[in-house]
């Protein structure tokens, strides 16, 4: 790059890294380049720094950029890039698009970037990594999560975590890092209060005499297995007076000692409930109360004249579980009417919290709201805008009802394991809720309980789309599309959801792959017919997920030389009406011509705009063809 064109280059990348939006920025400066690749040249050149906005969109542009401006780019960083997020983004990103490339280069790559590729390049072919390199990036993680040199500590713990260390396993190797000698020069952190509630007691009680918040002490002393006497004997040396939840936290750990919860407690643990700061581990403990004491708690919890939901079982009251019942119906109902249902699934969500922290009592109140919701599709019929929407209401039911039974056993595993709802399921985030920084759904299950619910759906993830990477459930993971005898393979598909067909087969043409394994084309054809035949709704779902199996077998059709009929000429308009293109629309269009024409007079005559304007480049096309 000649000096004064560097020069120049290098004055507007200080402009734009010093802007509020260098996206828009760069789009200005350079309306005749991809801002992709003069961004990563930046980088490469050491022009920006990758933080903050230009980190972000470095990732977003990753795709489209030279791998050596990638690798450029990450030597020039100040620090590892695994300890950088945006660099670990964008170098997942870059995989996904030019894998080829990355894979063919990878024993020559510098060691850091080798490091950088092990997540991606596990997640596509979802095989083992090299133990040496695997032990190398957890350690680099584990090490900037004490130090405090990274952008965010969920991700350094996500990170390990698909590399296979699970959040457990991660916290035990940061905390061991709290044990060097001479100590590491800490600073108080949220990102080292799961840490300290593993490390040994000496090293924590050591860390935690220097730290200021309250707060965070009594969030680590939570987290600490050590004798109610050590825990309250350090509290007292720093003058510090139990918080509630502390207080709570003694009454579970005094009676998974077999021991009586003393009486004195429960003052405390009955202005926590009347409060609403009640759970459903905590109502589990006060129901195993001697009748007599149970039925004083509850008395004293009715005197406060609480109405808090975590309540529900004490109160006993029926006019207040026919409020929260109706309250939650009336959200589902406003949901068909609105069809605005993610806001209505957001708004449901306190509710069904309250609820669940009532322990038995609510789960008894939410299963017969499961019930009634198990009949929405039979009940509300043609006012479902989408069919997905009762499947994601009985997972949200589902979950809450899970919530509920936290404190007994055995848990319900069957609340979350593949049943009725399957052929809904787009990603685990359906079945478990939000991923952030691990299903914590499943937290205080058992590492055997973990690996049966996981284990369960790793033996549906034929396609990788349901990203069971926990490690007790790897060692059921389906192997590769290639490998699966076409049996298992067919029925593999036939209980996938059109939404992770779609998916599958963008990232990594997994329906394509999947049907080359086909004996023969009747067998090929008689699959996708199964797949027509569960349809009810012919939503754009549905129909991008019909794509690529309609591709495949449209050839054998025509080969039939006459109209379709049923479900395939519905698939078939449904896809040509929301718009086809490339050779799909080519086969689409080489139907029997009397059919084609009937599509394009439907289609004429749709009210939708955009379903008019297709008409009139399809009727070209065909006008052309014939």
């Known amino acids: 790059m000649a000096r004064g064109k560097t020069d120049g280059e290098r004055a507007i990348a200080e402009r ?5 939006d260098p996206e828009r920025a760069l789009k200005r400066a350079f309306p005749d380049r991809d801002i992709g690749e003069v961004l990563w040249a930046w980088l490469a050149e050491g022009f920006v720094p990758l933080s903050d906005q230009i980190g ?66 596990r997640a596509r072919d979802r095989q083992p990594i090299p133990a040496e390199l695997c032990d190398e990036a957890v350690a680099l993680y584990a090490l900037a999560a004490v130090d405090g040199d990274h952008d965010h500590y969920s991700l350094l713990s996500g990170a390990a975590e ?13 905390a061991a890092h709290l044990e060097a000698d001479p100590p590491i020069t800490l600073q108080e952190s949220d990102n080292l209060v799961a840490p300290l509630g593993h490390a040994p007691w000496p090293v924590t ?13 009594h969030r680590v002393l939570e987290l600490r297995a050590d004798s109610r006497e050590d825990l309250q004997q350090f509290l007292r040396e720093r003058g510090l007076e139990a918080s509630p939840e502390f207080v709570e936290l003694l009454a579970h750990r005094t009676e998974a000692q077999g021991q009586t919860v003393s009486e004195s407690l429960d003052p405390t643990l009955v202005a926590r409930f009347a409060n609403g700061h009640g759970d459903a581990r905590s109502m589990a403990l ?38 929260v019942s109706a309250e939650l119906w009336g959200i589902i109902e406003d949901g068909i009417s609105a069809k605005d249902y993610r806001t209505v699934l957001v708004s449901a969500s306190r509710t069904l919290a309250g609820v669940a922290a009532a322990g038995s009592y609510g789960y008894a109140l939410l299963e017969r709201i499961l019930d009634r919701a198990r009949t929405i599709e039979e009940n509300f019929g043609a ?44 990603d685990l985030v359906d079945v478990f809720g939000t991923f952030a920084n691990g299903w914590e759904l499943l937290d205080d299950l058992s590492d055997d309980e973990r690996g049966r619910v996981l284990a369960a759906w790793a033996r549906l993830d034929w396609d990788g789309t349901l990203d069971t990477c926990d490690p007790p459930s790897r060692v059921h993971a389906p192997p590769p599309i290639e490998e699966m005898p076409w049996p298992k393979l067919a029925a593999a598909i036939e209980q996938t959801s059109y939404p992770r067909l779609v998916r599958g087969e963008s990232e990594r043409t997994t329906v394509t792959r999947a049907l080359r394994r086909a004996p023969s084309t009747t067998e090929k054809v008689a699959l996708v017919d199964r797949m027509l035949a569960r349809v ?24 039939e030389a006459r109209p379709l009929e049923g479900a395939r000429e519905a698939a078939c308009y449904g896809i040509l009406r929301a718009g ?43 006008r052309a063809s014939a």
């Open 580 to 622: 086809a293109d490339g050779d799909l629309r080519a086969l689409l269009l080489r139907l029997p011509a009397p059919q084609v024409d009937g599509w394009l007079s439907r289609m004429q005559s749709d009210p939708d705009r955009t379903v008019k304007k297709r008409w009139k480049e399809l009727a070209g096309l065909h």
């Open 536 to 559: 009810t709704t012919w939503s754009m779902p549905v129909l991008r997920g019909l794509k690529p199996l309609i591709t495949a077998v449209l050839p054998a059709w025509l080969e």
């Open 205 to 217: 009680r050591r860390i935690l005499a220097t730290w200021r918040s309250e707060s965070r002490i």
């Open 383 to 426: 006012r479902l805008a989408f069919a997905v929407y009762p499947a994601q209401i009985r997972f949200q039911l589902r979950r809450a009802m899970f919530r509920a039974t936290a404190g007994s056993e055995p848990r319900p595993l069957d609340l979350l394991l593949p049943g009725d709802d399957l052929l809904r399921v787009a």
């Open 56 to 121: 972000a969109l470095a990732g977003q542009t990753a795709e489209r950029a030279p791998v050596d401006a990638i690798v450029r780019a990450a030597g020039r960083l100040p620090r590892h890039p695994l300890r950088s997020a945006s660099m670990a983004w964008s170098v997942s990103q870059s995989y996904r698009a030019r894998a080829a490339e990355w894979d063919a280069r990878f024993d020559a790559l510098p060691r850091e970037v080798q490091l950088l590729l092990l997540a991606p390049r």
């Open 286 to 323: 006060v129901e195993r109360f001697p009748p007599e004491r149970l039925e004083a708690f509850a008395s004293a919890v009715r005197a406060t004249g609480t109405r808090a939901l975590c309540c529900l079982g004490l109160l006993r009251d029926p006019q207040l579980d026919a409020e």
């Open 16 to 20: 734009v890294a010093k802007g509020k």
């Open 162 to 174: 698909d590399l296979g260390v699970d959040k457990k396993a991660f916290t035990r190797r940061v």
